[in-house]
């Protein structure tokens, strides 16, 4: 029996990829850091019945439209705005995502990129690289307390539950807003649910944890900015295009917020002279949320795992609803 064909868009390590060998025909694009381009993915996905991909690859109408033999694409993330779900649904193409293994190295980071920001580690260890430490004095890089603080989580997904928890072991008051009330995380862990204008108005770190939707777009915007505390540092572990990045530029450079800690941005990668990178207030990292050893592999063999399922006739394992 012919094994089905299955491409994915980034060369993954053998050691994941050849224990599927046996079952599946695979092929790689060569490069592990370059995307493979637009043209070679549209061709790969007319004979292709699965498809790994990454979240900088488009897997629009016209991918989805014009292959007869795509059965599955698995996104190796947990996000999943850059593929459209209303197309895939019309032409019966299943989407999973990698939900769960990542969660909690995801809420590391954040917390990781709040606790960076805050305390102003960057610049910290900067200085004493560049031989630039001098003296000791009384107020050196100090930077903001975490302790006993509010932070404010938007979106309280299985991410934000664990940073949530990790804000509490920290003795952190935690509020949050999601579209719908999350009852059990708020008696197990004492969160308290706030309105979105509260939430701006009342948490030194805000913390986007929303999805990429027509809804969310620009959500944090230059209205929103200026109604956070002036001490206020914002924090986005989600999808960049969520803020308007200029408008964040301005809120900082401007005082109106202390600063930023940013693992995405509205086009990634950012481009070397966009102004958010000039400001030392703004801690921004290349998109490795969910990037340990342990959790990559994790989400490597589960995306392949989907493609197996489905194309055996099985259900997937972490489809995308
Ligand atoms: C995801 O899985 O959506 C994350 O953004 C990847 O780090």
Known sequence: MTKPYVYITRKLPDDVVDSFREKLNINMWDSAEESVPYKKLLEESKKAEGLVT???????ETILSQTDTLKVVANLAVGFDNIDIESAK??????TNTPDVLTDTTADLTFALLM???????????????GEWEHWSPLLLAGSDIHHKTIGIVGMGRIGEVVAKRARGFDMNVIYHNRTRKQKAEEELGLNYVSFDQLISSADFVVSLVPLTDETHHLFNANVFSHMKDEAIFINASRGKVMDEMALYEA???GEIRGAGLDVFEDEPISADHPLLTLKEVTCLPHIGSASLETRYQMMELSL???????????PMTAVD
Not at 119 to 125: D, F, N, V, Y
């Open 305 to 315: 795992n989907n493609i197996l399922q489905v194309l055996e006739g099985n259900g």
């Open 252 to 254: 900082v450079k401007s």
């Open 54 to 60: 990454m979240l900088s690859d488009p897997i629009d």
């Open 90 to 95: 019309k032409h019966r193409i299943t989407v």
């Open 116 to 130: 960076t920001t805050a305390r102003r580690i960057l610049e910290a260890a900067d200085m004493v690289k560049k």
